[in-house]
Structure formats: structure tokens, C-alpha cells
């Protein structure tokens, strides 16, 4: 029954802060088509309309969606200070209200500084892609959306599942080297190291080093920021969210410098490009693992039941995945 209603309170409250700001993109944009020049008012004024109006969403859904985020004050501090410079988020993703709760948080200075990194068919979708569109994220042409089950391990039955990640090498090139121009220029650049929505949320997914390859060119400030409680209020498999749910967060900062870190992480070895993107990698997923632990030992974190909990099967580590996408 508590589900029932927070679905409904859940849709009614997304319905009315959401839908005038996409009236108000759609218009935008049919102006920028004829004026191309208005284009970047779209995309700076689409994200600050959109982090106020899903900040007015979470207030009003607050009886049942409780959410404790510590970091966001000291993150956008340091974002805001640094404005002009190469700067990047990484985020974890386990549920659609991922995306939606990381806008809250961020200062309007900072939001209208952000474009993003998603999988293209999320701009076909209604709504989201009008919205997706307005903000001027950038599409990852993902060749397939498709998962099979994970192969067993040690005997065990196979749990989880395995996503393809392959891509359009040409045209994903293409995407990279404007999402890198735009973080160059000093702006802010966001994404999902893991790929996909984690259907095994206690256990990040492995991390996408391909990702990481614009931390190696170019010298950037690095910020994480880490849920849970999520992939129950808005199961991943769920139409809409709205079950009553505990959830925390904290944004931390990875590095002040990408260059510095990597000089750290290589310990005074000479390594190629493709072994800087998995050093990367690798250390960002330990440091997200870490804090993801400390939030599943807090007793007060809503947690999947049993039944829907699901084991990962393929274990933390790393591949050697330098496109992005890439197995």
C-alpha cells in the first residue's frame, strides 16, 4: 500500500516540475534551429531549469524518499572556484534516479557548466530525449542494448548479467572528441564509469577505461560522487519509482589533477596511454567499492530483500577495456 502511494505522489510530483521545463526546452529549441547562435543559452538554460525544478521534485517527495548526502557543499565549491579549468564527475549508477538527484545537487554555476556522456537510445525516448537534447549531452552510439546471463563461477548457478558494450568505433570517436573539446575548453564532464544501470548495486560493475582517456589528455580535477538506497526506491527494473527508501550519498574528490594522480599511480614506471586509462580505472572503482562498503554496513540504507538481491558473479576487477564500450 506505502509502494502504491509513493508511486503515486512519485509520478504527480515529477509530472508537475518536470513538464513545464520541457514545454519551455521544446520552444528553445525550435528557436535554436532557426537561430543557431541560441543554442548554448538552450543547453546552460535547460540544465539550470532542470536542476531546480528535480531539487523542488525531491522536497516534495520527501516523506518517502529520504536521502542523506554528504560533500555536495565542498564539491561545488571547488567546481565553482576552478571555473575555466578542465573539471569532471564520475558517478555510480544503479538506478534512473542517479542522473536525476546528481542535478539537485549541483549550484546552478556548476549545472549550466555540465554536459554529459549517454547512451544514445535515451535521446529517442519521450521526453527524456527532448530534455536530453535541450541540455546538449552527448549520445555514445551503443551498437546494442542487449545483456545475457553471466557465466557461472566455481560451480555456482549463473547470477547477474553481462551487458554488450560494443560500439561505433567511427562515430564514437567522433562523440569523444567533442565531449573532450568541451571539458578542454573548461567545462564540466559527467558520466558512468560502469555503463550500465548495476544490477548487483553492493558490487560495482567494472569501470570502462575507455572513459578515462580524456583524464589522460587532459589535465582535470576529478570528482566521484556515490549512492545507495536508490536501486530500491527506483529499482532499475521498475516503469517509475516511489518505494518508500533510506538513501545516502557523498561526493568526494578523486584527484585535484589527473596528471598528478597517474605520475602517483604509475609509481615512476613508464606506461602507454591504454595502461594510464585502466590505472585510472582501476583506482577510481576501488575508491567507489570503498564507499559503496560503508554505505551497505549502515544499517539505516534501505537494501534490496533477499529475493531481489542478486550476487555478482564476475568479481570487482578491472579488464583491459580501452574503447569505450569495449570488452
Known sequence: MCTCIGR??????????????????????LIACVCKCYWPFVHASTKVMLAWAWWT????????????TEGTS??????????GKPRLIIMNHSSFMDALVVMTILSGRVARDLKSLA??????MPILGGLSEGAGHFAVPF???ATEKAEAVEGDA?????????????????VMDAFEDWVKTGHVGAWFPEGRLNPNPQQMQTFRAGG????????????????AGFEVFWNRKAP?????????????????????LLKELAKGEEVDDKQKCLLLANHAQARFQAKRDEFTADPWVSKLGQGHRRCCARGAEVVDSFEVGGR
Open 212 to 227: 578515462f582517456k580524456i583524464a589522460v589528455n587532459v589535465d582535470c580535477e576529478v570528482w566521484c560522487t556515490v549512492y
Open 57 to 68: 521534485f525531491t522536497k516534495l517527495i520527501c516523506c518517502f524518499f529520504r536521502l542523506s
Open 158 to 174: 549463473p547470477t547477474g548479467s553481462v551487458a554488450d558494450f560494443s560500439v561505433d568505433k567511427d562515430k564514437v570517436a567522433k
Open 119 to 124: 547512451s544514445a537510445h535515451l535521446f529517442k
Open 8 to 29: 503515486l505522489f512519485f509520478c504527480l510530483a515529477l509530472i508537475i516540475t518536470t513538464l513545464p521545463v520541457y514545454i519551455i526546452v521544446k520552444i528553445n529549441v
Open 143 to 145: 551498437k546494442s542494448q
Open 240 to 260: 517509475i519509482g516511489g518505494a518508500p527508501a533510506n538513501c545516502r550519498g557523498e561526493c568526494f574528490k578523486l584527484c585535484s589533477s589527473s596528471h598528478e
Open 74 to 83: 565542498e564539491m561545488n565549491a571547488s567546481l565553482a572556484a576552478n571555473s
